[in-house]
């Protein structure tokens, strides 16, 4: 059941449910056996320490409504990307604007990632879990194509047109003043917009550079910067809520948020991986042998 989560019809992605839903017998064999291996629900956050939601805030975090699953191929990918996150939550946290440390704003950042990941559509049809890669890649081949598409790019879900603004350090505000210009670059960009001749070029070059993981993780982390400044515009406390709206529609104004059912429900489901995010910043990351024995 859908409820009231259905927002303006992706039909591209409709149509892969369809196909999954078709091969169900098969597909929801596999998904729920990866499911059942990497659920994310039991673990909770370090004694002693606040759960992440605390951060400048003490309103508390949204209840755990969903099943946190993290894609085996995707748990691989982060212990590779780890020192990748951390370096550039160093780079781009500004701890007078957010109130974080950088190891907390790693953690906003990794719970990003893992929710961009396992959207509604994957909860309501959990079956579809087994195609998204195809979806995602469909996407990314689309953008490359050279055709102009401005469709979202993995790992961080970021379309080309907000990375473009990324590079030109631009930030949208309300009116009157619309757009403010920032301090944020993105560390090992080769683009630069003014030698392309054509919107499709630029944005098959951006494409490109936001499907490399690590690229994609330093322009989150821009991202998210930029988001500090929206907010110090607004004068809005930063939380994490904060970041993940503004990652998700744009907007970091609570009121706003609220008012907003996609940034509301995108927070809800982020929510969930909290725990797994704090764990993943803090914990050092399992050696092979280690894995091995408890996978056994």
Do not use: C
Not at 7 to 15: A, E, F, G, N, S
Not at 91 to 108: I, K, Q, T, Y
Not at 263 to 272: F, G, H, P
């Amino acid at each position: 059941m859908l409820k009231q989560r259905v927002r303006p019809v992706r039909v591209l992605q409709l149509l892969l449910v369809l196909l999954a839903l078709v091969a169900l017998p098969w597909l929801d064999g596999s998904a729920r056996s990866a499911a059942g291996a990497y659920s994310e629900t039991t673990l909770a956050p370090p004694s002693g320490r606040p759960a992440l939601g605390v951060y400048a805030s003490s309103t508390p975090p949204p209840a755990l409504t969903i099943d946190p699953y993290i894609r085996p191929d995707l748990a691989r990918r982060m212990e590779q990307l780890r020192p990748t996150i951390l370096a550039a939550a160093a780079r781009h946290n500004m701890p007078l604007l957010s109130g974080m440390s950088d190891g907390e704003f790693a953690e906003v950042m990794t719970l990003i990632i893992y929710n961009e990941h396992n959207g509604w559509l994957e909860d309501d049809f959990e079956a579809f879990r087994a195609v998204t890669p195809l979806y995602q890649d469909f996407q990314q081949w689309t953008n490359a194509s050279g055709m102009g598409s401005n469709f979202s790019v993995w790992p961080a879900n970021l379309r080309p047109s907000v990375a473009l603004e990324i590079l030109r350090r631009q930030v949208p505000v309300p009116g009157p003043t619309r757009m403010i210009t920032v301090p944020v670059t993105v560390n090992g960009s080769q683009i630069v917009p003014e030698d392309f001749e054509s919107k499709n070029e630029l944005f098959a070059a951006i494409t490109a550079e936001i499907s490399d993981d690590d690229l994609a993780v330093e322009y989150l982390a821009a991202n998210l910067a930029r988001g500090l400044f929206r907010a110090e515009f607004e004068g809005v406390p930063v939380t994490w809520r904060t970041l993940a709206a503004w990652h998700n529609q744009g907007i970091v104004s609570p009121g706003q948020i609220l008012a907003n059912p996609t940034a509301s429900d995108y927070v809800r489901r982020a929510s969930a991986y909290l725990p797994a995010a704090r764990r993943f910043i803090t914990m050092p990351p399992e050696r092979p042998a280690e894995r091995r024995e408890r996978m056994e």
